[in-house]
Nanobody, 124 residues
Framework: QVTLVESGGGSVQAGGSLRLSCATS????????MGWFRQAPGEEREFVSD????????YYAVSVKGRFTISRDNAKSTMYLQMNNLKPEDTAVYYC?????????????????WGQGTQVTVSS
């Protein structure tokens, strides 16, 4: 069992930055492929980025590539999402998730564990 807790959300103006964290419980964090997803009001949850267990492989949605950076610290059992040059369309609840293996960009259904989400609001 893995428990995921997101933090770092908030309200910023367009062009600003935020760093989200996803802290996990358990001793097996380093074996999990991790991902970030987001869900805007009235929209379906969508993929943002994911990172392999070692941190060596990362993958991004086209909409965030070049602005967001995913990383992880296996010693701290924590994953991060650095978000720069934020846009109003980035407004959403951001979720972290964990899965066992698979490939980069795998679908939501591959993820067994989810956090409760953290709100990110970007004003114009």
């Amino acid at each position: 069992q893995v428990t995921l807790v997101e933090s770092g959300g908030g309200s910023v103006q367009a062009g600003g930055s935020l760093r989200l964290s996803c802290a996990t419980s358990g001793r097996t964090f380093s074996s999990y492929y991790m991902g970030w997803f987001r869900q805007a009001p009235g929209e379906e949850r969508e993929f943002v980025s994911d990172i392999s267990a070692s941190g060596g492989v990362t993958y991004y949605a086209v909409s965030v590539k070049g602005r967001f950076t995913i990383s992880r610290d296996n010693a701290k059992s924590t994953m991060y999402l650095q978000m720069n040059n934020l846009k109003p369309e980035d407004t959403a609840v951001y979720y972290c998730a964990a899965r066992s293996g698979g490939r980069a960009g795998a679908s939501m259904t591959s993820y067994a564990y989810w956090g409760q989400g953290t709100q990110v609001t970007v004003s114009s």
